[in-house]
C-alpha cells in the first residue's frame, strides 16, 4: 500500500520493458510470486529472445516518447537459441552510442541480463532503472504532432 | 587532363568490350557540369563515355538494385568506379549480394567531384551553362550573363573534402596517377566530435530543424547502393506498419532511423544519399555518426576487405564490456 501511495505521488514514468520469454519474463514472474517489491512505471513487452529485439523498436518508442526502454535477456552463453543475444548486445550498444547524437539521453536505453530464476536480481534491475528514469525526468522526445504541412488540419 | 583520362579510359573499355557484357560508366548530361549514367552494351556507344569531376554517381546501385545490369552465367559486367565507389562493390561482394568474377572494375583515382549545387549559386541569377573546364584546381563558367572563376575546393562535396579512400580499393585495371586524399584519417570523424560537444537540446533542436525540411521523397535511400530492399523496405510497407504516410516529424525521424539503423556498420559514406538530397539535408552525417560508433566498438570500416563480414550481422562470444 505504502508503495502505491508513493508512485500516486510521483507521475508515473512510461517505461517499455522487452523481455525474452525463456529467462528475463520468468525472472520477473519469479520477483512477483516472491513478492518482491517493484516500481510501477514498467510496462512489460514479450519477446521470443533479444535476438529479436529490432534496436528500432526502442528509438520508435524514445522518439515517440517513451521515457526509458529497458530489455532483458538470457545471460551470454545461456540464450535459448544460442547466440541471439551475441548478436543483440552489438546492436544494443551501437544504439545506446547513436541516441544522443539526435539528442536523446543514452541512459534512456538499458540492456542487461536476468535468468528465469533471478528474482531479486530482477528487483533490482528494475528499481535501479526506474529510478534512474525518475531522475532524468520526462522525455522531451520531438515535438510528435507538428503536422509540417498544415498543424491545423490533424 | 580530364580529356586524356577519357581517352584512356574509352580506349580501355575498347579492348575489353569482347569480353563484357556492358559497360556502366557517365556521360555528358544536358550540360557539361550534369553528368549522368550511361551503360553501352555495343562499340559505337563507346564514345560517350566520359571521366571528370562532375562524374557524381555512385554507380555500383546498377549492379543490384533494379533496373540493375545483370551479366548472363559466366559473363561479367564492367563498371567505372571512385574510390568511394568501390567500396560500395566491395560491400556488396561482402554481403554476397554480388560476386567478384561477375564484375570488371575500372578504377579511377579520384580527386574530388563537383557540386552542381555550389556552382549553380555562384552563377547567381544566370542558370544556362554554356561551357565548363576545370584547369588547375579552378572551374572556370562561361554562362548566360558572362564568365565566373571558382576554385575548386569551394565546389566539391562534402563527402569529397572528408573521402580517404580517393583511390580505388579494387579494381581489375586503374585508369590515370593515384591521388592523395583531402583529409588525414585521425579527422574523418571531426564534425561528428564537434557536433556532440553541443548540448542534447541543441543537438535535438538541430536534428528537429534540419529533418523537418525533409518532404520523405526517399530519394536518400533509392540513390544507396546498399539500400537494397526496394519494394520490401519497412519505410514503405503497411505490414508491418512502422510509419505513416502523415507529413509529421515522427514518421521522418522513423523513417531516417531506418535508413541510419539499417545501414549500420555497412555505410560506406559514399555520400550518395546526401547529394541527391533535393532538401540539402546532411543526410550522411547521422550515418557517420553510427560508423564512427562501429569503427570504436568493433575496428570496422565497410567496404574494405572482402572477407570481413559486417559486424552487426556476427557476433563474438569473448567480447567483453559489450
Ligand atoms: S532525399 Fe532528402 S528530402 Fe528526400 S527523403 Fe531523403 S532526406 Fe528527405
Ligand atoms: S547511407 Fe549514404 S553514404 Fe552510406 S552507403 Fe548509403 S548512400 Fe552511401
Ligand atoms: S532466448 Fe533469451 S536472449 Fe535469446
Redesign the pocket.
Known amino acids: 500500500m505504502e508503495e502505491r501511495e508513493k508512485t500516486k505521488n510521483n507521475t508515473e514514468m512510461r517505461i517499455l520493458g522487452f523481455l525474452c520469454n525463456w529467462c528475463s519474463y520468468g525472472g520477473a514472474d519469479t520477483a512477483g510470486v516472491s513478492r518482491l517489491k517493484q516500481p510501477t512505471d514498467l510496462r512489460i513487452i514479450r519477446i521470443p529472445c533479444t535476438g529479436r529485439m529490432d534496436p528500432l523498436f526502442a528509438f520508435k518508442a524514445l522518439i515517440s516518447g517513451a521515457d526509458g526502454v529497458l530489455v532483458s535477456g538470457c545471460h551470454p552463453k545461456d540464450c535459448h537459441y544460442s547466440v541471439g543475444n551475441l548478436y543483440a548486445r552489438r546492436r544494443f550498444e551501437v544504439l545506446k552510442d547513436f541516441l544522443p547524437f539526435l539528442g536523446i539521453e543514452s541512459d534512456r536505453f538499458h540492456y542487461t541480463w536476468v535468468s528465469a530464476s533471478e528474482g531479486q536480481r530482477w528487483q533490482e534491475v528494475v528499481t535501479e532503472f526506474s529510478r534512474r528514469i525518475h531522475e532524468l525526468g520526462r522525455n522531451p522526445g520531438f515535438d510528435m504532432n507538428t503536422n509540417l504541412v498544415n498543424s491545423e488540419a490533424r | 587532363m580530364w580529356s586524356e583520362i577519357t581517352k584512356k579510359l574509352q580506349e580501355t573499355v575498347q579492348n575489353i568490350m569482347p569480353q563484357v557484357e556492358a559497360v556502366i560508366g557517365w556521360e555528358r548530361g544536358f550540360n557539361e557540369i550534369r553528368i549522368k549514367p550511361v551503360v553501352i552494351k555495343k562499340e559505337g556507344d563507346i564514345s560517350k563515355l566520359v571521366w571528370n569531376p562532375f562524374c557524381v554517381q555512385?554507380l555500383s546501385g546498377y549492379l543490384v538494385k533494379s533496373p540493375a545490369v545483370i551479366p548472363r552465367e559466366g559473363r561479367r559486367v564492367a563498371i567505372c568506379v571512385k574510390g568511394c565507389d568501390s567500396r560500395?562493390v566491395t560491400?556488396l561482394i561482402q554481403e554476397g549480394f554480388l560476386k567478384r568474377d561477375q564484375i570488371f572494375i575500372i578504377g579511377i583515382p579520384c580527386s574530388g567531384t563537383v557540386d552542381w549545387r555550389k556552382v549553380m549559386k555562384r552563377l547567381e541569377r544566370s542558370s544556362v551553362i554554356h561551357r565548363a573546364e576545370i584547369k588547375d584546381g579552378r572551374l572556370m563558367v562561361e554562362h548566360a550573363e558572362g564568365v565566373e572563376e571558382i576554385p575548386l575546393r569551394e565546389i566539391l562535396l562534402r563527402?569529397c573534402l572528408r573521402c580517404v579512400y580517393p583511390n580505388p580499393t579494387v579494381s581489375d585495371v586503374v585508369i590515370g596517377e593515384t591521388v592523395s586524399p583531402h583529409i588525414e584519417k585521425e579527422d574523418l570523424y571531426k564534425d561528428v566530435e564537434a557536433f556532440e560537444r553541443k548540448s542534447l537540446d541543441e543537438r535535438r533542436k538541430f536534428w528537429a530543424e534540419t529533418l523537418s525540411r525533409c518532404i520523405r521523397c526517399y530519394a536518400?535511400r533509392n540513390?544507396?547502393?546498399?539500400?537494397i530492399c526496394q519494394d520490401w523496405c519497412i519505410a514503405e510497407r503497411r505490414d508491418p506498419k512502422w510509419v505513416t504516410q502523415k507529413p509529421t516529424l515522427k514518421d521522418i525521424l522513423l523513417f531516417h532511423g531506418i535508413?541510419?539503423l539499417h545501414?549500420a556498420g555497412?555505410?560506406?559514406?559514399?555520400?550518395?544519399?546526401?547529394r541527391v538530397c533535393p532538401m540539402e539535408i546532411p543526410?550522411?552525417f547521422i550515418?557517420e555518426k553510427l560508423n564512427e560508433t562501429t569503427l570504436r566498438l568493433f575496428s570496422y570500416e565497410?567496404g574494405i576487405d572482402s572477407n570481413l563480414v559486417p559486424p552487426l550481422l556476427t557476433f563474438n562470444p569473448h567480447e567483453t564490456g559489450i
Request: net charge neutral.
Open positions: 555512385n560500395s560491400a563527402r536518400c540513390a544507396c547502393p546498399l539500400c535508413h541510419a545501414l555497412r555505410c560506406t559514406e559514399c555520400g550518395e544519399c546526401e543526410v550522411m550515418k565497410a
